[in-house]
């Protein structure tokens, strides 16, 4: 796992989604769990301008840096390069964390250079633009890793990505690489409002818009009849995963219904399908729910077993969260505090979903 102190202290302010503590809730309730010794942690770098080049503009990082160092966009920086919005506004560390995670992932790239496993929850920035800030993503840190890996031996490389909204960044980037894999699903009619499957690039891009509502059910079905039916076919030398938590149902940024489960079946069922595996954060904006998740997909990369309920030192952990300035709970309830399992939630599978699966499988045999 790599990660860093930063996110602990580092806030976008007391009023944006991204107010709650993720990463830092992650490392503290793996540690509490025993799961993480001193051995298998990592701390983030910080990316140097220079190595975020490969991706964004010279002008964007400086741009970036000096509205770190002033606090103050002006009207002109705000509209080439989308800072001081309320989705990425201006705060202490808005250069220093956001290189942070993308150092992490540049990291990984070269500690997968022999194959192996990565977790940095930290990452997942998928909007970040090449010469803007988008969607409260200042840099785009997968991007970022797959040229990493690239450089680092990897030819062909499958990003999947089952964030509630669509990677509008990274597809961006790769919508026209043969050697990248895009696979996204995400919930329709939800920003950035991209991501159509009729979105296929040069034909390694593979959108799968979900409708609202839908949980594990549709989420197996995803991940059986696309996802994992892709990969294979693909035959990648490395796999990212943006593990994004926002399509759980308690997140407040999204209409979906998956339970945890759902994540950590994709996260085991990609396990083995490549000799590298990078596996990133991204959206998650309940801080309960995220952090169960993530810790949840800490343990299934490592073979830990989950337990019904959770040791004390890690009760603690999720009872020190705060969630300030949010309406919908005032009272978690019970299982956000002594579990990290969710119940399962079958919603059933809609029939326009069957007949995009059944769209996508079609166009995989004559992909094949």
């Not at 809730?25 to 990316?47: E, I, K, N, Y």
């Not at 194959?115 to 969607?135: E, K, L």
């Not at 593990?243 to 990609?270: F, K, M, T, Y």
Request: charged letters at 20%.
């Amino acid at each position: 796992m790599i990660g860093h102190e930063i996110y602990r202290g580092s806030s976008y302010g007391a009023h944006h989604p991204l107010r709650v503590p993720r990463v830092s809730t992650v490392m503290d309730l793996s540690r509490a769990m025993g799961w993480l010794p001193r051995h298998q942690f990592v701390q983030s770098p910080r990316a140097k301008p220079n190595a975020l080049t490969g991706f964004h503009t010279p002008d964007y990082i400086a741009a970036l840096q000096a509205a770190e160092a002033t606090q103050f966009v002006g009207p002109a920086v705000k509209a080439r390069h989308g800072l001081g919005t309320p989705s990425n506004p201006v705060f202490a560390e808005m250069y220093r964390r956001p290189a942070t995670s993308a150092g992490a992932s540049l990291l990984a790239g070269e500690m997968l250079a022999r194959g192996g496993t990565v977790y940095s929850p930290a990452g997942g920035t998928h909007h970040g633009m090449p010469d803007r800030a988008n969607g409260f993503c200042y840099f785009n840190d997968p991007v970022l890793a797959i040229q990493s890996l690239r450089r680092n031996g990897a030819a062909k490389i499958a990003y999947i990505d089952i964030d509630a909204h669509h990677c509008d960044g990274v597809e961006h980037a790769f919508a026209d690489d043969l050697d990248t894999l895009l696979i996204s699903t995400h919930e329709e009619n939800r920003w950035p409002r991209t991501g159509a499957m009729t979105d296929v690039g040069v034909g390694n891009v593979w959108n799968l818009p979900l409708p609202a509502g839908v949980g594990d059910d549709v989420a197996a079905m995803v991940r059986d009849a696309v996802i994992l039916s892709v990969v294979q076919a693909f035959r990648p030398d490395a796999i990212v995963l943006q593990c994004g938590a926002d399509a759980v149902l308690e997140d407040p940024q999204s209409r979906l219904a998956w339970s945890n489960n759902a994540h950590r079946a994709i996260v085991r069922a990609l396990m083995g399908m490549a000799p590298r595996y990078l596996v990133l954060g991204g959206g998650g904006y309940n801080p309960w729910s995220v952090g169960r998740c993530w810790t949840g997909v800490w343990a299934v990369l490592n073979n830990h077993e989950i337990p019904d309920a959770l040791p004390e030192a890690a009760q603690s952990v999720l009872r020190g969260l705060q969630w300030d300035g949010q309406r919908r709970v005032k009272t978690p309830p019970d299982h956000w505090l002594t579990t990290l399992v969710d119940a399962p939630r079958m919603g059933g599978i809609p029939d326009d979903v069957r007949t995009r699966v059944a769209t996508l499988q079609a166009r995989l045999r004559q992909w094949i």
